[in-house]
Nanobody, 120 residues
Framework: QVQLVESGGGLVQAGGSLRLSCAASGTVFSNYAMGWFRQAPGKEREFVAVIHANGYNQYYTDSVKGRFIISRDNAKNTVSLQMNSLKPEDTAVYYC?????????????WGQGTQVTVSS
């Protein structure tokens, strides 16, 4: 069973940056696409970004394109999300998960997530 631990969230002003990290254990990390999802208060969890197991192919939801960058380090079993030009609407709990790249759907159980709050 995959264990996922997210970190790096916090409070930041609009226009600022944060870098989220996710540490995975309990699986062959390099075999899986990895993604980030987020859930804002009162809303359903939504897809944010995914990176293929090859480390090159990436896909982003339209609202974060050009602002967020996903990356992975297969040697360290980590996936990161660099978030720039943050907006108040980016406020949410952010989660990572293994992902089926073709559908962008999560495959595993959720971790505890990390809270990102963007003030205006």
């Amino acid at each position: 069973q995959v264990q996922l631990v997210e970190s790096g969230g916090g409070l930041v002003q609009a226009g600022g940056s944060l870098r989220l990290s996710c540490a995975a254990s309990g699986t062959v990390f390099s075999n899986y696409a990895m993604g980030w999802f987020r859930q804002a208060p009162g809303k359903e969890r939504e897809f944010v970004a995914v990176i293929h197991a090859n480390g090159y192919n990436q896909y982003y939801t339209d609202s974060v394109k050009g602002r967020f960058i996903i990356s992975r380090d297969n040697a360290k079993n980590t996936v990161s999300l660099q978030m720039n030009s943050l907006k108040p609407e980016d406020t949410a709990v952010y989660y990572c998960n293994t992902v089926l790249y073709s559908t962008k759907k999560p495959l595993g159980s959720w971790g505890q997530g990390t809270q990102v709050t963007v003030s205006s």
